[in-house]
Nanobody, 124 residues
Framework: QVQLVESGGGLVQAGGSLRLSCAASGLTFSTYRMGWFRQAPGKEREFVAG????????YYADSVKGRITISRDNAKNTVYLQMNSLKPEDTAVYYCAADYGIGGRYHPQDMDYWGKGTLVTVSS
């Protein structure tokens, strides 16, 4: 069965950095585009960043552009989210997701598989 397992979350001060990882198994990783989403308490799940199958195209929410970088290593079946200059409003559970589709639109309902999430807390 398909498994997506996130890691790397934690507590960090504002202005700090974290690197999230998502290890995938049970699927042909290189044939899936990958995305990171987040959900803060009381809010809907929202798109953070997406990356194409090859890694050649990346997409970001306006709120994180310039601070967050998505990357992938198809040899390791892993997608990463490097987060810099973190702000308290970045506090959320971060989820990775996989989708067999293509294109730059990443809506939660488009994604086929989800991880269980990792909590990121940014203190002020």
């Amino acid at each position: 069965q398909v498994q997506l397992v996130e890691s790397g979350g934690g507590l960090v001060q504002a202005g700090g950095s974290l690197r999230l990882s998502c290890a995938a198994s049970g699927l042909t990783f290189s044939t899936y585009r990958m995305g990171w989403f987040r959900q803060a308490p009381g809010k809907e799940r929202e798109f953070v960043a997406g990356i194409s199958r090859s890694g050649g195209s990346t997409y970001y929410a306006d709120s994180v552009k310039g601070r967050i970088t998505i990357s992938r290593d198809n040899a390791k079946n892993t997608v990463y989210l490097q987060m810099n200059s973190l702000k308290p409003e970045d506090t959320a559970v971060y989820y990775c997701a996989a989708d067999y589709g293509i294109g730059g639109r990443y809506h939660p309902q488009d994604m086929d598989y989800w991880g269980k999430g990792t909590l990121v807390t940014v203190s002020s």
